[in-house]
């Protein structure tokens, strides 16, 4: 009898010391570091807008998810979550000692687990210190880290981590990403059904998304809606309102990515600023793009490159045409269209922000940001530059140039070679005026112009714009320089601005954590007086009035620029601008080889432009549409055309004689 209660007692005080034991155990088995809850610092997704707050895409790496500080958390979410989740959370140690037996008697009951005991702070653990596995040392672990980690943060900080940790399906982490996501607003605007939605998501997220499941989702939002009423925490009518909302969910992709190449080209700027973790970081970027004028431009260049291919196949049926009546005629050799591609810029001609910019007609098909990356010859699109050192030096557009054939003689390579450039059309003038020299493109008299203004000091003028590389030879008249379209637009500036060139700015100001980490500078240059800028304007002006560039013409609204064609049609280019937008428009095959012989700047970066422009009436009918007259400018009727002059810029006093028909050889 003693032995059998001796045995009894043994029993009964292993039974008592068990769970000491086991605590003991894994309590010196296990370090139990809570660092990284109590230094929460969880990657958070990177945003970046357009100029007027609208998204233009979410970065991130592998989780999106924005932060949320206790603060920005509605009351009413806190509640709506602790009904639901865990509704002795302000009183509890951690753990819930009462829902534990509870769950232990129903799951002995049961036969197996049909009721969880995991508190706010065990949830939290869960996901941050431990991993999912279903054992029972797992929950030991867990209910001792949720003890200590009480013992460290606040109830308030273990809901502010919770609520940015925890997983909200649709591949939203965080509460704030979730109120994005799924209804498109700040956590400040959410109705009581949609917090109801979000905080009912963790149990299931891929059962309760809305974007999926959307009766289910409602129907776990009730039973939310219900508790909190059953609890005394809403009243009768506000439970019945919540009861019988149907909120509207979006069903958008993480990125949301609106603007690809402008995502791109600031994620190519930002180390420059001394960020590295555009991923992680959780920056809002706010860039000087409008998407609208951006979804314009888009559109613009598409429009364009598809009325091109369908003009090279008009030209592949006339030539066939033309061939059956003329053998000897030498057709275009075959054009490789797959290789025809483009990019537009524009930008805000007073400050040099860029509005638009679009590096390829297909992001999908090519990502390569031909605007800021792409280096091609901008042939006639260049001749501005030199005509306005000619203008700054007191030539005006009335001032007549020699338009003839000259053949120049050079060395190179130890080999004399002779150089004889021509006018597209092969047609001399004699004499021109030298506003219509650069209306209607002619090369001889521009080449001829900078012999007259000698191309040393040319070359010093041109020094003034900061373009680098320049050549130093007479090849510079036909534009025999490389540039991007955003480095044309950056120079073009220089006309559009009345005389100031503005560098070009992509990036607004950044922001981290509600601080201000970076605001642009504007950065300007002064280039020549506006009079002069103005007179310039005036013969851009009648460029596309009724030079190369009437294509890109626009009715209500002036347009100044000058079209681009390079050597056997390579490249075809429009820069221009309106009183307060300047935009830059270029076409080409990618390996450089030619694009049908009869494609011109103006046939195919032109409409590009002006349709463009359109958009830009559409979109901002204020806009100012006239170019305005600067003080100092004197307007002055010659042969029926009007002149402008200024104190440099002053009429001519007599005509220039010269023989239209000789040749110059050197």
Not at 300 to 326: H, V
Request: proline share 4%.
């Amino acid at each position: 009898m003693r032995i059998a209660k001796n045995i009894f007692l043994s029993i009964l005080l292993v039974g008592l010391l068990s769970p000491f034991i086991v605590l003991g155990y894994f309590l010196t088995s296990h370090s139990y570091d809570i660092t990284e809850l109590v230094e929460y610092k969880p990657n958070v997704t990177t945003r970046i807008y357009d100029k007027n707050g609208e998204k233009i895409a979410n970065i991130f790496d592998k989780k999106h998810r924005y932060y949320a500080t206790f603060a920005e958390i509605p009351p009413r979410v806190i509640e709506a979550l602790v009904a639901i989740e865990d509704t002795t959370f302000f009183e509890h140690p951690g753990i819930n000692i009462d829902a534990i037996f509870r769950a232990a008697i129903k799951v002995i009951k049961a036969g197996k687990a049909v009721e969880g005991a995991s508190t706010i702070t065990q949830q939290l653990v869960k996901n941050v210190l431990l991993t999912r596995e279903k054992k029972l040392s797992r929950k030991i672990k867990e209910a001792i880290f949720a003890l200590k980690v009480e013992r460290v943060l606040t109830k308030e900080e273990i809901l502010e981590r919770y609520l940015n940790e925890i997983y909200y399906g649709h591949g939203y982490y965080g509460i704030k990403t979730a109120a994005d996501g799924y209804f498109n607003k700040k956590l400040s605007d959410l109705t009581l059904k949609e917090m109801a939605i979000l905080v009912g998501l963790p149990k299931a997220p891929s059962i309760y998304a809305p974007t999926k499941n959307y009766e289910i989702s409602m129907g776990r939002a009730n039973r939310v809606i219900s508790r909190m009423h059953t609890l005394g925490w809403i009243d009768e009518e506000t439970y019945k309102a919540a009861m019988d909302e149907n909120p509207k969910v979006y069903d958008d992709t993480l990125t949301q990515n609106r603007a690809p190449f402008i995502v791109d080209e600031v994620a190519r700027r930002l180390p420059d600023l001394g960020i590295y973790d555009m991923k992680s970081g959780g920056y809002e970027i706010y860039t000087t793009i409008d998407l609208r004028l951006q979804d314009a431009a888009k559109e613009a260049l598409k429009s364009a490159y598809d009325k091109s291919l369908e003009r090279i196949e008009g030209y592949k049926e006339r030539e066939a045409k033309i061939l059956e009546t003329n053998p000897s005629y030498e057709a275009s050799e075959d054009v490789n269209t797959s290789l025809l591609n483009g990019a537009i810029v524009s930008l805000d001609s007073a400050s040099g922000d860029i509005v638009a910019l679009v590096g390829s007609v297909d992001y999908k098909t090519s990502s390569y940001n031909r605007a800021t990356q792409g280096k091609r010859l901008p042939g006639s699109a260049f001749k501005p530059f030199i005509y306005q050192v000619a203008i700054d030096l007191g030539y005006s557009g009335a001032t007549e140039l020699v338009d003839i054939s000259r053949t120049y003689k050079y060395e190179k390579d130890g080999q004399e070679l002779t150089w004889s450039p021509r006018n597209y059309g092969k047609n001399y003038k004699g004499l021109v005026s030298l506003r219509d020299a650069l209306v209607h493109s002619n090369n001889l008299a521009t080449i001829n112009l900078v012999n007259d203004i000698g191309l040393t000091q040319l070359l010093d003028e041109l020094d003034k714009f900061g373009i680098e590389n320049l050549p130093r030879n007479l090849s510079i008249s036909l534009g025999t320089i490389s540039l991007s379209p955003l480095e044309l637009a950056k120079y073009l500036s220089s006309f559009a601005n009345s005389g100031m060139q503005m560098e070009p700015h992509l990036i607004n100001f950044i922001e981290q954590k509600s601080n201000t980490i970076y605001e642009k500078k504007q950065k300007s240059k002064f280039i020549t007086e506006p009079t002069q800028a103005f007179i310039m304007t005036t013969i851009l002006r009648d460029v596309v009035q009724r030079g190369t560039g009437r294509r890109a013409k626009v009715k209500g609204i002036e347009l100044a620029g000058k079209t681009g064609t390079t050597n056997n049609n390579v490249d075809g280019w429009f820069a221009g601008y309106s009183p307060t937008i300047e935009t830059v428009v270029w076409f080409g095959n990618d390996d450089n080889s030619a694009m049908h012989r009869w494609e011109t700047g103006g046939k195919i970066a032109g409409p590009a432009f002006a349709q463009f422009y359109r958009s830009v009436l559409e979109l901002y009918p204020q806009i100012q549409r006239e170019f305005i007259t600067p003080e100092g400018i004197v307007e002055v009727n010659i042969g029926g055309k009007k002149e402008y002059f200024s104190d440099i810029s002053r009429p001519p006093r007599a005509n220039n004689e010269a023989d239209a028909n000789e040749e110059l050889i050197f």
